[in-house]
Nanobody, 118 residues
Framework: QLQLVESGGGLVQPGGSLRLSCAAS????????IGWFRQAPGKEREGVLC????????YYEDSVKGRFTISRDNAKNTVYLQMNSLKPEDTGVYYC???????????WGQGTQVTVSS
């Protein structure tokens, strides 16, 4: 059974860092794109960034450029989202999603909560 499981969320102070993980099971991530999305309270889910099967990164949210990076470890069947210099407006539930091409959007994880607050 194809499954994506996010982890690594939590409460962090502004300016802090978190690394989210998206672990896949039931299929091999190697040939798929993985996108990270987020949904802030009261807002629509939005794409943040994505990494293709060829390790090309696409940003969908300008506000995270220079702060968020995405990487993948195919040997571990896992994709990571490194988030630095976090801001309160980064608060939300973060989801990973896979598909043949970016931004993903075919299969989804259950999400992990990120709260940036002092």
């Amino acid at each position: 059974q194809l499954q994506l499981v996010e982890s690594g969320g939590g409460l962090v102070q502004p300016g802090g860092s978190l690394r989210l993980s998206c672990a896949a099971s039931g299929f091999t991530l190697e040939n798929y794109a993985i996108g990270w999305f987020r949904q802030a309270p009261g807002k629509e889910r939005e794409g943040v960034l994505c990494i293709s099967g060829r390790f090309i990164t696409t940003y969908y949210e300008d506000s995270v450029k220079g702060r968020f990076t995405i990487s993948r470890d195919n040997a571990k069947n896992t994709v990571y989202l490194q988030m630095n210099s976090l801001k309160p407006e980064d608060t939300g539930v973060y989801y990973c999603s896979t598909g043949r091409l970016c931004p993903g959007g075919v299969h989804w994880g259950q999400g992990t909560q990120v709260t940036v607050s002092s």
